[in-house]
Each structure stands twice: as C-alpha cells, then as structure tokens.
C-alpha cells in the first residue's frame, strides 16, 4: 500500500499494490503552504515513509504533547480553554523523508521538523490549509487509515 498526499486538492489516498485508490480522504496542510525548511510552518513535499505508528489503544480525542498521551481527552471547552494550542489528536503517523539534501536530513528533515499525519478537533476545517505544517484529519478518518497500514508505508506529498 501507498499514501498520496495533494495539497492542491487537500485530498490523502490510500492506494494498493497496483495504484488502485482504497480510500480517500479530506485533509488540511499547511496555512503557509508547501516548503522543505525547519522553522517555515510549510508541509514538507516529496517521498517520505511511515517512521512511526503513535496512540495504539488511546481513546479518541486523547491529546498528545511530544508524541505522548497528556492524559487529557479533548473537548470544546478545553479547546476554549488553550486557544492557540495546536491539537494533536488519537493516533499519530510520523514522516520521514526519503530524499536525502530535499526532506532528509540537514535543516529539510522532515522527522526532526516533527511532520505528522495525526487527528484534530472536529471543529477543524479540512479541505482548507491550516496547520503549521503537518497533515491534519478527521479523527474516524485517522483511526480507518491507521488500521490499513504499517509502519515503512510510503508517503508521497505533491503539491
């Protein structure tokens, strides 16, 4: 299997052995678009891997900080609470890049930029730009996709 990321179309596929589209989802990229650097906010383009699988056995809504679970479960009124927070919701898939001068390594690594496919608030728009650089989606979304795949699946991200 193979995850294709558009950020023109804000759309992630999951494709099998033969390219064939399994499912479709919609997704939210980057409010300042595409872009390799660390510090730039941009969702990072090119061919990267499923490095790490992230929230096995947490609730839905269970938040992380870090990569770890906060113990907190989030909900309207937390969200109330922490305005400016950006919420990493249910499971995490983290990228690393393949390409090695492009999204891997040096100042263009998309695992140390902490790039992730992860779940967001419902309350979040998709199909519309807005995060700070990772790939935001639906948390039943998330939870479909983290099932279909494994850890080393391949990620490519076209603008």
């Not at 939210?28 to 941009?42: D, M, P, R, V």
Request: proline letters at 4%.
């Amino acid at each position: 299997m193979k995850i294709t990321i558009t950020v023109a179309t804000q759309q992630l596929k999951l494709l099998d052995e033969q390219g064939q589209v399994i499912k479709q989802y919609l997704i939210s990229s980057a409010k300042n678009g595409t872009g390799q650097e660390n510090g730039s906010f941009c969702t990072p383009l090119g061919k990267h891997i499923v490095r790490a699988k992230i929230g096995v056995g947490q609730l839905v809504n269970t938040v992380f900080v870090k990569r770890r679970p906060t113990g907190e479960i989030y909900s309207p009124e937390l969200g109330q609470q922490y305005p400016k927070r950006d919420w990493i919701l249910t499971r995490i898939l983290w990228l690393s890049g393949c390409e090695r001068g492009f999204n891997r390594l040096g100042s263009v690594d998309t695992m140390r930029r902490y790039i992730y496919i992860h779940g967001s608030p419902d309350s979040v728009e998709m199909g519309k730009p807005g995060s700070i650089g990772c790939i935001r989606m639906r948390n039943h979304d998330l939870l479909e996709l983290f099932g279909l795949i494994r850890v080393g699946t391949q990620v490519e991200i076209n603008a």
